[in-house]
T-cell receptor, first 113, second 114 residues
Framework: GNSVTQMEGPVTLSEEAFLTINCTYT??????LFWYVQYPGEGLQLLLK?????DKGSNKGFEATYRKETTSFHLEKGSVQVSDSAVYFC????????????FGSGTQLTVLP | NAGVTQTPKFQVLKTGQSMTLQCAQD?????MSWYRQDPGMGLRLIHY???????DQGEVPNGYNVSRSTTEDFPLRLLSAAPSQTSVYFC?????????????FGPGTRLTVT
């Protein structure tokens, strides 16, 4: 079945540091890949997505590239801000009619001023 | 647009009590899902629906019941609450069209069972 393995947290960085959160997946077919962000006390919001191999998703300075050969979708940001402190989830969209998502376990990011 | 709304925001139950978590969406989405979020485990799918009148089980359906009588509403029923059901519950919806499977999430219901 489908599965997503996400970098263990928590991650603590200083403001303006470089961020990488690793995500690898196992899936049949050609899934879509997502990064969701959850700010404290809120629901999940879509951060970025990629629907096919070699696509790069980007939003708010975050980027991730769909790498089929390494089955990865690592999240990166060149310079993090305090406001980026949140939990980040990598997710995979299953094929078929049900359109379900399989989530990684989440990575807590704390950015210190 | 309100998007996906959930009520209540917080709930405390005693073991054995029953209750219904409400979820509604105003985007005319065909697909709706319920997830639970537990520390270190990400989100796990409880039940989902691909349209009014059609529901199916997800990864962790035991102890929960759903129905989908309208496109807008997808309530989740806890039949006899247990401490293991203490969690944060999220409802999500998505459209049948489009190449991706982007889902829109509600703000969540934090449930404690004592």
């Amino acid at each position: 079945g489908n599965s997503v393995t996400q970098m263990e947290g928590p991650v603590t960085l200083s403001e303006e540091a470089f961020l990488t959160i690793n995500c690898t997946y196992t899936a049949t077919g050609y899934p879509s890949l997502f990064w969701y962000v959850q700010y404290p006390g809120e629901g999940l919001q879509l951060l970025l997505k990629a629907t096919k191999a070699d696509d790069k998703g980007s939003n708010k300075g975050f980027e991730a590239t769909y790498r089929k050969e390494t089955t990865s979708f690592h999240l990166e940001k060149g310079s993090v801000q305090v406001s980026d402190s949140a939990v980040y989830f990598c997710a995979l969209g299953s094929s078929g009619s049900a359109r379900q998502l399989t989530f990684g376990s989440g990575t807590q990011l704390t950015v210190l001023p | 647009n309100a998007g996906v709304t959930q009520t209540p925001k917080f709930q405390v139950l005693k073991t054995g009590q029953s209750m219904t978590l409400q979820c509604a969406q105003d985007m005319n989405h065909e697909y709706m899902s319920w997830y639970r979020q537990d520390p270190g485990m990400g989100l796990r799918l409880i039940h989902y629906s691909v349209g009014a009148g059609i529901t199916d089980q997800g990864e962790v359906p035991n102890g929960y019941n759903v129905s989908r009588s309208t496109t807008e509403d997808f309530p989740l029923r806890l039949l006899s609450a247990a401490p293991s059901q203490t969690s944060v519950y999220f409802c999500a919806s998505s459209s049948r069209t489009g190449a991706s499977y982007e889902q829109y999430f509600g703000p969540g219901t934090r449930l404690t069972v004592t």
